[in-house]
């Protein structure tokens, strides 16, 4: 493992030099939400303890500092996934509220009965049901990009699936579950030609590899600061600056507004029309110092690095007699998340099993239901790599599938 220097990176993450059930813990769920490093802790405790006051409310120092770092921190952002101007950068919780940002506030206001929007069958619900509901609700049409049997999207199929009726085309660059990477030129064409927006989930993508939102020339942006090192509460949303200053807001109050009367209100300036309330300005001044950290190992080599632990996982997954393995083969099309299932052996009974030898894993349809619906199967185990995770680390998960099998008799 040549790219990144674990061993030193580990040292950067308390949480993962502690004992779970008497056996040093075994982290393999960053999928779901990453462990954070010191940088990050510290950060948000410096803020606190030195500096702390509401952000763009008062014209004392604490305040006025607080606003400054948390602009400094969309700025970082904003060069991390190469956009134009800090302005297109838009602070939500996370990626679901950014998703249901698109779809309640572009999509409800440009959208019509009759018009089509495109997604694929492996999304994760976030991408999935804020779609599903509109349609409903507006009678617009959800189409699906379908899946190749090995688990890729089936390109061949965009030509017809995306159609001159098409108004929004959404899709994850990296599956939560497959792991498939995703190549968006191909679509951004096909929706540029039909004239529909781009709409890309990169909740998957932004924490393990480099990402260049204007290179893509997607309409739209969505990720999570967890997923990423940085703290829970906090996501993005990109979006091209003429789409963000020609939507309605999304939530209203404060902050928000231009100027409000006993008659009516006007809007704030992009980013700031989408930020209603006091905004999670320490979280997303976690996240700038996550983006550092991130920066500082470059993102070319973490990417590295998983590519090679996912090829390893998937080359000693392979030796377990009776796991079939989901999601493409090839490591080059792969992020780091390994999705299985074992003979006879439920994922839940295995995650369990696993844990009592200090191995966290994921069991269930990580909500991913309809892709679990189009495998023909209820229920997956995953387990999934970062930054900080060691061939040793797979290797114990083997080891421990085989005496999980021997508990259970299988
Ligand atoms: N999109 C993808 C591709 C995801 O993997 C997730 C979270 C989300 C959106 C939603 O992110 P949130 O921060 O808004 O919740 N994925 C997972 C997972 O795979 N296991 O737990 C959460």
């Keep these: 493992m040549k790219h990144l220097n674990v061993e030193r990176i580990r040292l950067d993450f308390p949480i993962l030099s502690q004992a779970v059930n008497g056996k040093p813990v075994v982290f393999l769920d960053s999928a779901a939400s990453s462990q954070k490093p010191i940088h ?13 006051a509401n952000v763009h409310r008062g014209v004392y120092t604490f305040s006025e500092r607080g606003t400054e770092l948390y602009d400094q921190a969309r700025a970082k952002i904003a060069h991390f996934i190469g956009a134009p101007r800090p302005e ?8 679901t ?11 409800r206001t440009f959208l019509q009965a009759g018009d089509e929007i495109v ?4 999304e994760h619900h976030a991408n999935f049901v804020p779609w599903l509901t509109l ?12 899946l190749t049997a090995e688990g890729t999207l089936d390109l061949s199929k965009l030509d017809e699936v995306i159609s001159p009726k098409t108004r929004l085309v959404s899709f994850a660059q990296v599956s ?11 679509i951004v064409a096909r929706a540029r030609a039909v004239g529909a927006k781009v709409v890309v989930d990169g909740s998957q993508a932004v924490p393990h590899m480099p990402v260049n939102v204007q290179e893509m020339d997607c309409d739209f942006y969505a990720f999570s600061g967890h997923k990423m090192l940085g703290p829970t509460g906090i996501g993005v949303l990109y979006g091209k600056y003429e789409l963000l200053d020609a939507m309605p807001p999304f939530l209203t109050g404060g902050d928000m507004i231009a100027g409000v009367t006993f008659e009516g209100a006007t809007w704030n300036e992009v ?6 309330g006091t905004p999670a300005f320490v979280e997303a001044i976690g996240l700038g110092a996550a983006v550092d950290y991130l920066s ?7 990417r590295a690095h998983e590519r090679e632990i996912t090829a390893y996982a998937l080359e000693r997954m392979s030796e377990v007699a009776g796991a079939r393995i989901f999601g493409p083969t090839d490591p080059a099309v792969r992020g780091g998340v390994l999705t299985f299932a074992l003979n006879g052996i439920h994922p839940h009974d295995l995650a369990t099993l696993l844990d009592r030898e200090g191995i966290a894993i994921r069991a269930g349809h990580h909500c991913a239901q309809p892709l679990h619906i189009r495998l023909g199967i209820n229920a997956t185990a995953r387990a999934s790599f970062y930054v900080y995770t060691e061939p040793r680390e797979i290797d114990a998960l083997i080891e421990r599938i085989y005496k999980a099998r021997k508990v259970l008799r299988k």
């Design 40 to 52: 990050v802790l510290e950060a948000m405790e410096r803020f606190y303890r030195s500096t702390y």
């Design 296 to 302: 500082a190992l470059g993102m070319e080599a973490v």
């Design 119 to 122: 997604i694929t069958e492996l």
């Design 176 to 186: 939560n579950v497959l792991g498939t990477i995703t190549n968006p030129q191909p």
């Design 97 to 107: 509220e950014a998703l249901n940002l698109v779809a309640y506030s572009y999509a």
């Design 271 to 276: 980013p700031l029309k989408f930020e209603a």
């Design 135 to 146: 349609a409903k609700e507006r009678g617009l049409t959800l189409k699906f990009i379908p």
């Design 88 to 95: 297109t950068i838009v602070f939500t919780r996370n990626a």
